[in-house]
C-alpha cells in the first residue's frame, strides 16, 4: 500500500519509492523473518498483485543492486536492501505502537494506517517518536522493532501454539496476523502479547488447539489460527 506516487520517492532511503520500499519490506518480512524461500509468484500472492508485475519489479530491483534474484528461484535482499527494508519496518512498527500508545487505536486498526504513514514520516518524526515512546522493543502485536541501527532485540526461544503438547504452559510473545478480524476475535478472548496459556487435551478428531487463555474457561482454536499465535516459556 503506498501513500506517494508510484514513481515518487519516500523520505529516508535515499530515493527509493514508496512502491519499493513496501515490497522490500514484505521480501524482508517472508525472507529474513519467516526463514521462507521467497520467488515471484510467493511474492505477488503476499502483496496481492499480478506476477508479472512483481517480475518486472523484481527485475528492475535486481537491476539496482536491491534483490538477486536466482533465474526462476529464490529471491534475496543485498545488504543495501535489507539496510533499506529494516528502517521501513522500523518505521512501520514504531508508528504502530504510536498509534495504539497515544492516540487510542486498537491494535486491529493500525496495520493498514501504519502502511500509508510509513512512507511518508520523516526520519526525525520517527526517531521523535521513539524517544517519545521510551524506545520499544516490541510493537501492539509483539513483532520485534529494530532500533535505529537495524539491530533487533533479543528473542527467546519461541513456539507457534499449534507445535505445543497439551500440559505446556506458555506466554504469547507475537501474533502474527494482520488480518483485523481475526485479531479483534483475538482480543474478545484476551489473547495478545503477555497472556498467559495452558494448552489442554483436543477435542477428538481433530487438528483443532483447545487452551485456557489467563486461567479462565477452556477455548478451541483451529489449527490455521492457532499458528498466528508465538508463544515463549511461561
Request: net charge negative.
Amino acid at each position: 500500500m503506498s501513500a506517494t506516487p508510484h514513481g515518487s520517492p519516500a523520505p529516508g532511503t535515499e530515493g527509493v519509492t514508496a512502491a519499493r520500499e513496501q515490497m522490500l519490506k514484505v521480501l524482508w518480512g517472508l525472507g529474513t523473518e519467516q526463514g521462507r524461500h521467497v520467488s515471484n509468484s510467493m511474492l505477488a500472492a503476499e502483496m496481492g498483485l499480478h506476477t508479472s508485475t512483481v517480475s518486472d519489479s523484481v527485475r528492475r530491483m535486481a537491476e539496482d543492486g536491491l534483490v538477486v534474484h536466482e533465474r526462476y528461484g529464490k529471491i534475496t535482499l543485498t545488504p543495501l536492501g535489507t539496510r533499506i527494508a529494516v528502517q521501513v519496518v522500523r518505521r512501520h512498527r514504531l508508528l504502530e505502537t504510536f498509534l495504539v500508545r497515544t492516540l487510542g487505536y486498537s491494535w486491529d486498526e493500525v496495520h493498514e494506517e501504519a502502511d500509508v504513514l510509513e512512507h511518508v514520516v520523516s526520519d526525525r518524526l520517527v526517531e521523535r517518536i521513539d524517544v517519545a515512546l521510551d524506545h520499544p522493543s516490541r510493537d501492539p502485536h509483539g513483532d520485534p522493532i529494530p532500533d535505529s541501527r537495524g539491530r533487533l532485540p533479543h528473542t527467546p526461544q519461541a513456539r507457534s501454539l499449534v507445535d505445543l503438547e497439551p500440559g505446556a504452559s506458555v506466554r504469547v510473545m507475537r501474533i502474527l496476523t494482520d488480518d483485523s478480524q481475526l485479531l479483534r476475535y483475538f482480543a474478545e478472548l484476551g489473547l495478545e502479547p503477555g497472556s498467559t496459556l495452558k494448552v489442554l487435551d483436543p477435542p477428538p478428531y481433530t487438528e483443532d488447539v483447545r487452551i485456557s487463555v489467563n486461567g479462565a474457561a477452556p477455548v478451541v482454536l483451529g489449527s490455521p489460527a492457532a499458528a498466528e499465535i508465538i508463544t515463549e516459556p511461561a
